[in-house]
Every structure is written in structure tokens, then in C-alpha cells.
T-cell receptor, first 115, second 116 residues
């Protein structure tokens, strides 16, 4: 899996958009970008993923640069409940063999949403 | 759907005792994963199953750890004998094979194990 780089921490005011960056300059053509988050004392939660097009769901938007070397997760209206560690993961979704289950979580970005 | 259910939520045991962690995956999911999370090492994959069969156990730390999946709705992770360095949060996750390219994994709430 390609290595990712994220800022260790970010702050955001409640109600404002939170933009979380991720660098993945060594991403290969068949690797997707996945975002998970982990709220304190809970298991990781899937947010969104994409290959090269921008994606949006009920939780967030994902913007991937044209060269695919970086991406941004956008929480359009952050709430206090969005305070969590956000992980950017790059991998091949259908990787077979022993690499299938290995979601490699880095240190992530601690997002703190304040009133 | 109740999601992935793990029990117990917290476990405190003495060194040398046997510990059994339990997981019930989401109905219809055919892949099940056991992860361990510590401050030092982050989230690590221990083992995963496909259709109740263990596929990759290369992440299991040592022979003291064992995992079983006797049926599609239940899995256990056993540590015998337990040691203080096994203290961690253990997560179970599941996914449906045909969804793996379109959705993420669903994780349980974890079991916080403390070995004293």
C-alpha cells in the first residue's frame, strides 16, 4: 500500500467546513483512497473512498487532485461529534491473498471541533 | 442492523489467565477480521477469515494467541496464557465480499483488555 502523510492535528469551529489533507505521492494507478475516522473509545468508521473522481456521500466529500498525489476530505458543516482521529488509507480494494485484510492505519489527523 | 457486536467491552485479568474475546459479525458478511490497537503500534491486523476459514494469521503475535470461527455468526480470539503486554483494545470487523470495492469495513466497538 502507498504511504500517506497527514498533519498530526487540526482545529475547526463548529458549523464551519473541516478540510483534512492527505498526501499520497507514491500512489499507483489501481489504488483507491479511503478515509476512516475513529471517535474516542469506538472502532474505526468508514467515511468515503474514491479512485480519481471527486466523491460525495451523506457524511463527507472527497476531492482527489488530478495527478492523484493528494486528496482532501471535507466535512461541510463540522459538529462537536466530528471530533475524532481521521485516517487516510491508500490501497487496492480487491487485493487478494494475504494483503486483503491489511488496512494499514497510520497516525492520522486528530480533528478537534470547538464551539 | 445491530452492527458488529463484541463482548465483553472491558476485561481485566491477571497474568497467566486465559482470556476469550467474542465477536458477532454483521449477518451476511463473509469476511471477518481481528485487529489490535495500542498506543505504540497503532492498529494491527491479527487474523482474518473468509467463509469461516482462516486465510491469513501472520499477524498473530505468538502461539499464545488463537482464533476460531465455528460458524458464520461467531468468532473468538483466545489468549492463553495472557501477559501484561497483551493489554490493548481488540477490534473485530466484517465486510461482505461483493461490497469490498464499494464500501469500507464495519468495525465493532472493541474489547479493552487489561492484563495485570
Amino acid at each position: 500500500d502507498a504511504k500517506t502523510t497527514q498533519p498530526p492535528s487540526m482545529d475547526c469551529a463548529e458549523g464551519r467546513a473541516a478540510n483534512l489533507p492527505c498526501n499520497h505521492s507514491t500512489i499507483s494507478g489501481n489504488e483507491y483512497v479511503y478515509w476512516y475516522r475513529q471517535i474516542h473509545s469506538q472502532g474505526p468508521q468508514y467515511i468515503i473512498h474514491g479512485l480519481k473522481n471527486n466523491e460525495t456521500n451523506e457524511m463527507a466529500s472527497l476531492i482527489i487532485t488530478e495527478d492523484r498525489k493528494s486528496s482532501t476530505l471535507i466535512l461541510p458543516h463540522a459538529t462537536l461529534r466530528d471530533t475524532a482521529v481521521y485516517y487516510c488509507i491508500v490501497r487496492v480494494p480487491n487485493a487478494g491473498g494475504t494483503s486483503y485484510g491489511k488496512l494499514t492505519f497510520g497516525q492520522g489527523t486528530i480533528l478537534t471541533v470547538h464551539p | 442492523d445491530a452492527g458488529v457486536i463484541q463482548s465483553p467491552r472491558h476485561e481485566v485479568t491477571e497474568m497467566g489467565q486465559e482470556v476469550t474475546l467474542r465477536c458477532k459479525p454483521i449477518s451476511g458478511h463473509d469476511y471477518l477480521f481481528w485487529y489490535r490497537q495500542t498506543m505504540m503500534r497503532g492498529l494491527e491486523l491479527l487474523i482474518y477469515f473468509n467463509n469461516n476459514v482462516p486465510i491469513d494469521d501472520s499477524g498473530m503475535p505468538e502461539d499464545r494467541f488463537s482464533a476460531k470461527m465455528p460458524n458464520a455468526s461467531f468468532s473468538t480470539l483466545k489468549i492463553q496464557p495472557s501477559e501484561p503486554r497483551d493489554s490493548a483494545v481488540y477490534f473485530c470487523a466484517s465486510i461482505k465480499n461483493r461490497d469490498r470495492a464499494n464500501y469500507g469495513y464495519t468495525f465493532g466497538s472493541g474489547t479493552r483488555l487489561t492484563v495485570v
